[in-house]
């Protein structure tokens, strides 16, 4: 079964860390692209960062670079998110997912606007007190 598993979500103080796994299953990470996604209560789902499966570049939102990484281990077949200096902003339920049909073409406009990822993980909760 193709599925993919987020984990690492918790509540933290502003200024902490805190970092996200995304575990796939039933392929292999490696050949696809990757992105991470947040949607908080009331707003619209925001592309927070994304890795290409091509040559392993990576974008970042404007709202999160500088503070946020995107990394993949292989063997692991994880991608991960590492997030420093969490603000009051980033509340939200993280998500990843993969282009499995692989109809990407612009990784930052895809990574932007969340489309053309096509398999979903569940989700993690992240929280962040002042």
């Known amino acids: 079964q193709v599925q993919l598993a987020e984990s690492g979500g918790d509540s933290v103080r502003s200024g902490g860390s805190l970092r996200l796994s995304c575990t796939a299953s039933?392929?292999?990470?490696?050949?696809?692209?990757i992105g991470w996604f947040r949607q908080a209560p009331g707003k619209e789902r925001e592309g927070i960062s994304c890795?290409?499966?091509?040559?392993?570049?990576?974008v970042y939102a404007h709202s999160v670079k500088g503070r946020f990484t995107i990394s993949r281990d292989n063997a692991k077949n994880t991608v991960y998110l590492q997030m420093n200096s969490l603000k009051p902003a980033d509340p939200a339920v993280y998500y990843c997912?993969?282009?499995?049909?692989?109809?990407?073409?612009?990784?930052?406009?895809?990574?932007?606007?969340?489309?053309?990822?096509?398999?979903w993980g569940q989700g993690t909760q992240v929280t962040v007190s002042s």
């Open positions: 039933g392929f292999s990470l490696n050949h696809y692209t």
């Open positions: 890795i290409a499966g091509s040559d392993g570049s990576t």
């Open positions: 997912a993969t282009d499995l049909s692989i109809t990407i073409q612009s990784l930052t406009s895809s990574c932007n606007l969340g489309a053309q990822y096509d398999e």
